[in-house]
């Protein structure tokens, strides 16, 4: 059972917009930035987020992230037939003293 | 641009050892703290160790803590993990990735690297 909790699957059309939860606590997304990940089929996570809402170079400003108290949200807009894949919002946990991972969420295009 | 190369991993029989390396490039490896993350097959990602910079400091999760080492040769720009009394719960392909800062604790890794598979099994 993961420390940061998100929806297991959703799913959209082409061309729409959707969203992401991830909810913690107070010890891990409440006092420290989240970030998220994209991991497309066999290949290794790929940051996609950090700091609640910054993207590395690279990343499409169709991907967006927010955080509020201790839950955050990636968004993605305008989605694309490639952008089926999983996606894991992460932290560090300053109770627990270790980074921290959301069970991930399968995002369909359909 | 960073590249991260993990090598090392196999087929090992339950209480077993292995050793996995991680060979950094295009970054000052002395400047940053380095973490190992697993994803057994079919499940989500699963934060392993992280060290700082300097190797001072070292996290563990509790999963691991007591078996596995993580360690780091700034001479060699090399991250390893020694992996000890390994379980069949231990199976899983391991990445190499880069924190934030100095410190072992981050709150994003990025790059990352491919991935060695380690499997455990009699």
């Known amino acids: 059972q993961s420390v940061l909790t998100q929806p297991p699957s959703v799913s959209a059309a082409p061309g729409q917009k959707v969203t992401i939860s991830c909810s913690g606590s107070?010890?891990?997304?409440?006092?420290?930035?989240v970030s998220w990940y994209q991991q497309l089929p066999g290949t290794a996570p790929k940051l996609l987020i950090y700091?609640?809402?910054k993207r590395p170079s690279g990343i499409p400003d169709r991907f967006s992230g927010s955080k509020s108290g201790t839950s955050a949200t990636l968004g993605i807009t305008g989605l694309q037939t490639g952008d089926e894949a999983d996606y894991y919002c992460g932290t560090w946990d300053r109770s627990l003293s270790v980074a921290v991972f959301g069970g991930g969420t399968q995002l369909t295009v359909l | 641009q960073v590249q991260l190369v993990e090598s090392g991993g196999g087929v090992v029989q339950p209480g077993r050892s292995l050793r996995l390396s991680c060979a950094a490039s295009?970054?000052?490896?002395?400047?940053?703290?380095m973490h190992w993350v697993r994803q057994a097959p079919g499940k989500g990602l699963e934060w392993v160790a992280a060290?700082?910079?300097?190797?001072?400091?070292?996290y563990y999760a509790d999963s691991v803590k007591g078996r596995f080492t993580i360690s780091r040769d700034n001479s060699k720009n090399t991250l390893y993990v020694e992996m000890n009394s390994l379980r069949t719960e231990d199976t899983a392909m391991y990445y190499c990735?880069?924190?934030w800062g100095v410190g072992a604790t981050t709150t994003w890794f990025g790059p990352w690297g491919q991935g060695t598979l380690v499997t455990v099994s009699s």
């Open positions: 700091d609640n809402n």
């Open positions: 107070s010890s891990n997304i409440g006092n420290n930035y």
């Open positions: 060290i700082s910079n300097g190797g001072s400091d070292k």
């Open positions: 990735t880069k924190g």
């Open positions: 295009g970054l000052t490896f002395s400047d940053y703290g």
